[in-house]
């Protein structure tokens, strides 16, 4: 049976060790969530991309319309005048900026054919990029939520695991909680058996001293706390 000085801070070291993990673990959440926003951003700038993109068309295939539309009244234009020339050679130079006008007005239906077929490319890029990044925003939203949650629920187990640690911490007595506190803010755990003539923290061979320490008078209360000569932990024979 461990002597009660030594039950008492193992059971102590029990509950510092599920207080520092649900520290650790509600410490992580920030992070996770902040991790998945970054997810969320990047797919909602995803989105914008493809939306950007189709807009561009258009805002394209809109100037074209407008450059068409401009060479079609010239063209109208260089058309009434040649119908009212009587000289033979402005008719001719009218007729050459005639011909000119329509095969620009030909290359710009062109270059609008062009645009209008991959606006439809985008469109269909887009409503299916939409879709499956939407599914993706919902899913990292869900995530959120569940993390939250595990926040919440973490906060109030670490609210109960102090409180075992305040009723832990009541019967070790106040120097044992020093020499315990300097070596856990250290090496956790802080407390550990020995294997053979290792220390069961950092798998060093304690001294003579130490064992003897150890052997003869394990943890009493009327006695210093035998450590490690190496990592400075609590040693004890496990029985």
């Not at 039950?7 to 673990?25: C, F, M, P, S, W």
């Not at 005048?81 to 011909?99: C, T």
């Not at 239906?109 to 990029?129: Q, R």
């Not at 995530?143 to 939250?148: F, K, P, Q, S």
Request: charged residues 30%; hydrophobic residues 40%; aromatic residues 4%.
């Amino acid at each position: 049976m461990p002597s009660p000085a030594l039950e008492a801070l193992l059971i102590l070291q029990d509950r510092d060790v599920k207080r520092l993990g649900l520290e650790a673990q509600l410490k992580a959440v920030p992070v996770d969530i902040a991790a998945v926003e970054r997810k969320i951003a990047a797919e909602k700038a995803a989105i914008e991309t493809a939306r950007i993109e189709v807009k561009e068309l258009e805002i394209k295939k809109k100037a074209l319309e407008t450059e068409i539309g401009s060479a079609e009244a010239k063209l109208a234009k260089y058309r009434t005048q040649q119908s009212l020339v009587k000289k033979n050679d402005e008719y001719q130079a009218l007729g050459h900026e005639i011909e000119t006008t329509e095969k620009e007005i030909g290359e710009f239906e062109g270059k609008e054919l062009e645009v209008m077929y991959a606006i439809d490319e985008a469109k269909k890029k887009f409503a299916a990029a939409e879709a499956e990044l939407k599914a993706n925003i919902s899913g990292h939203e869900g995530r959120i939520r569940m993390l939250r949650e595990r926040e919440t629920s973490l906060a109030a187990e670490l609210k109960s695991a102090q409180a075992d640690v305040t009723t832990a911490r009541a019967p070790v007595g106040e120097m044992r909680l020093r020499v315990y506190d300097r070596i856990a803010a250290r090496n956790m755990p802080a407390v550990v058996a020995l294997h053979g003539l290792s220390c069961g923290g950092c798998h060093l061979k304690i001294s003579s001293e130490v064992e003897s320490a150890v052997r003869g008078k394990g943890i009493d209360p009327t006695v210093a706390l035998p450590t490690c000569d190496q990592c400075g932990r609590i040693v004890y024979w496990e029985s």
